[in-house]
């Protein structure tokens, strides 16, 4: 393991942000943190990363103690925010130049202009200063800045945010890229759930300070929401006579149907009960997305959010 948290505690005046959380991250792994606003996901990176100096608990970081030798595993992490911190008056080059040589990377140039590329960024923008950069174009060169770190550890908080869908999935295919060639470990922290699910290995969620659950997203989501739809169409108006424990309740609107099961391990069952009563076409099965698992999980009134959960 090549991150051990244990029992990480953490206040501010008073008010609990980490009440005692525990995980542990492999090498080479990809591990989401989820959690609303103020769960206490930045607490725990900043934490990890020496940014933040723990109350209480154990943290690790490739064998070393984040207060102990803190300088060791600074050496060995690298952060990506949201907030980009450049010079403005500089040039990209300029920028990259300096970061660079303060972290002691070499051959940063052709690194800069092929993930640049990657993300969208062209030559004639590095001759740009960054006072003239929008925000989405900062943001690229932000995550090519640390992307071109040859650190082991690579914490991703909110990194995407900002950025238009087409470039956040560059910025997805490009991390993939660079994990198929490094073994580097990630952590990270998202309010974009379909990108943590395309991403992420494990997830640990957290909720008030606390970690509730922790697994893979599709077991998560099996754990958490169980159920599953089967939408169809009737091939024509027909009296439907479904029978099953497994079936939580059925939800007709002309020739539509769906089918809401409980018990999501007999879906084959169900199916079979429907093609064999009727005559359907267009028949499709769903599942819970990671982000209706995650508001199920997180939401306190339950039955309030039942109600506000869409399937389609």
């Known amino acids: 393991m090549i991150i051990k948290v244990q029992d990480l505690g953490k206040e501010f005046n008073g008010t609990t942000a980490l009440d005692g959380i525990s995980f ?3 090498t080479g792994e990809v591990f989401g943190l989820l959690g609303p606003n103020g769960a206490g996901k930045t607490t725990t990176v ?15 970081i490739g064998g070393y103690d984040v207060l102990r030798r803190p300088q060791k595993v600074r050496a060995m992490v690298d952060i990506i925010t949201a907030r980009d911190k450049f010079y403005r008056r500089l040039t990209a080059y ?3 130049s300096f970061f660079s040589r303060l972290y ?5 140039k052709d690194k800069m202009e092929d993930y640049g590329e990657r993300l969208g960024l062209e030559k004639k923008d590095y001759e740009k200063r960054l006072a003239d950069y929008s925000t989405g174009m900062r943001q690229k060169l932000n995550l090519v800045r640390n992307l071109i770190r040859d650190t082991p550890i690579l914490f991703l908080d909110e990194p995407t945010l900002g950025l238009d869908p087409v470039s956040s999935r560059k910025f997805r295919s490009l991390l993939k890229d660079i994990m198929d060639r490094e073994e580097k470990t990630v952590i990270f922290t998202s309010h974009n759930m379909f990108e ?11 909720n008030k300070g606390r970690i509730t659950s922790v697994g893979e997203p599709r077991e998560l989501k099996k754990r958490i929401f169980p ?15 479904l029978r099953d424990n497994a079936i ?3 939800e007709k609107k002309g020739n539509k149907v769906r089918v809401y099961l409980e018990d999501g391990d007999r879906i084959h069952e169900v199916i079979e009960k429907i093609v064999n009563n009727v ?12 982000e209706e698992a995650f508001i199920r999980h997180t939401e306190e009134d339950e039955r309030d959010q039942e109600e506000a959960t869409s399937w389609m």
Do not use: Y
């Open 248 to 250: 939580d309740h059925i």
């Open 196 to 206: 943590v699910e395309e991403l992420c290995e494990r997830i640990a969620i957290l």
């Open 279 to 290: 005559r359907v076409s267009d028949l499709s099965v769903k599942e819970p997305t990671l």
């Open 24 to 26: 542990r991250v492999k």
């Open 104 to 108: 002691g990377v070499e051959s940063w």
């Open 227 to 241: 159920k599953r739809l089967v939408e169809f169409t009737l091939a024509k108006e027909d009296v439907l006579n």
């Open 94 to 96: 300029q920028n990259m």
């Open 46 to 60: 900043k934490i990890m990363s020496t940014m933040l100096l723990p109350d209480d608990g154990i943290v690790e």
